[in-house]
């Protein structure tokens, strides 16, 4: 079982920053697939971005040239780094991974952009 822990979320102007972390319990290496989701009040929640253990990722067109998902195998760690960050961003975000075909959720974490 992986147990999945969200850090970074918080209040933020549009048009700022903010890095979410994603810190996982065991070698993200045999961790197929890692990826972030959002939902937000009253919508479904919503691929955002992912990241194979090969390396591959991709993006939402939502926020495609404004955030980036990296991996970092040595502190077993999932970044989201989020930027040009609008007021429809405004979620719980939730990190997501597969491992062998079973997949494991975090408990979130609330990013709000506001003035």
């Known amino acids: 079982q992986v147990q999945l822990v969200e850090s970074g979320g918080g209040l933020v102007q549009p048009g700022g920053s903010l890095r979410l972390s994603c810190a996982a319990s065991?070698?993200?290496?045999?961790?197929?697939?890692m990826a972030w989701h959002r939902q937000a009040p009253g919508k479904q929640r919503e691929l955002v971005a992912i990241v194979t253990s090969g390396g591959y990722t991709n993006y939402a067109d939502s926020v495609k040239g404004r955030f980036t998902i990296s991996r970092d195998s040595a502190k077993n760690t999932v970044y989201l780094q989020m930027n040009s960050l609008k007021p429809e961003d405004t979620a719980v975000y939730y990190c997501y991974a597969m491992k062998y075909g079973a997949g494991y959720w975090g408990q979130g974490t609330q990013v709000t952009v506001s003035s």
């Open positions: 065991q070698s993200i290496n045999y961790i197929n697939t």
